[in-house]
């Protein structure tokens, strides 16, 4: 195979992954592909500046990441109703003088379930039933190892309200994952 | 914000560590509400670990979990 033939080949190979990385973001199909078709695009175009780099999915995940939060900033131009942002939730979890209302109990072998895929498909599971923007911050915050500073600017809100989803996204997560796989 | 927190209060805090540093009063009223408080130090951890399992979420490999 031609050089150049050889890294199309070996960037289409690649594009399951980025699929997969960029839905876990975006959660719409469509946009995923998008992202990813402009990020293939940009990794052939730019075939120079992969010269000479050890990892070819690392280079071009680096790329998607770019695409996916160029997304994100158009959707965040879009109006979006605003969610609520008061913290009266998590009703059931404390009572009302901000205890717990029944102590969390331990995980068991949570070390464990990183080795399983049946738990990234629980996780997976547990993220699709978060808000979408709430999830959007948290993904970009966790998945993308993005600063709150910079999530904040991105999406126009104040520190204090990202915290806030942060925090929700977490509490909800981990009281999903206790129903749906520890407790199990 | 020094003194006496509430298991809520605690867990916000917590979750805040991971998005910024605390100042020294928060931290002081979280380590003080975590050695009293078995549910809170769980909680604690459960939220630390989902760090780690979102992050691993990004590695897995696609023939393991397609």
Known sequence: MPPAADFRAQLEALRPYLLRYASLQLRD????????????????AGQAG??????LRTWVTGILKHKIVDVIRRQAREPVLPE???????????????????????????????EQSQF??????????????????????????????????????????????????????RECLQQTWFER | MIGIISCKESTRLV?????????????????VHLVICLGCRRAGRQLQFLRRAVRELAEIDLNTNA
């Open chain 1, 50 to 55: 992969f010269a000479g780099r050890a990892n």
């Open chain 2, 15 to 31: 979750s805040q560590g991971l998005d910024r540093e605390l100042a020294f009063g928060e931290r002081v009223a979280l380590r």
């Open chain 1, 120 to 173: 990234f498909r629980a996780l997976e599971l547990c993220l699709e039933r978060l808000p979408a923007r709430t999830a959007q911050v948290f993904m970009m915050r966790e998945h993308l190892g993005q600063e709150t500073a910079e999530i904040c600017k991105e999406l126009g809100v104040t520190p204090t309200h990202c915290w806030v989803m942060l925090y929700r996204a977490r509490m909800t997560l």
């Open chain 1, 84 to 114: 609520q942002t008061e913290d009266d939730d998590f009703d059931g979890l404390f009572r009302r003088n901000g205890h717990w209302a029944g102590r969390p109990v331990p995980w068991a072998d949570p070390d464990g379930a990183l």
């Open chain 1, 29 to 44: 199909a469509a946009a995923a592909e998008d992202a990813v078709q402009e990020a293939l695009l940009a990794a052939l």
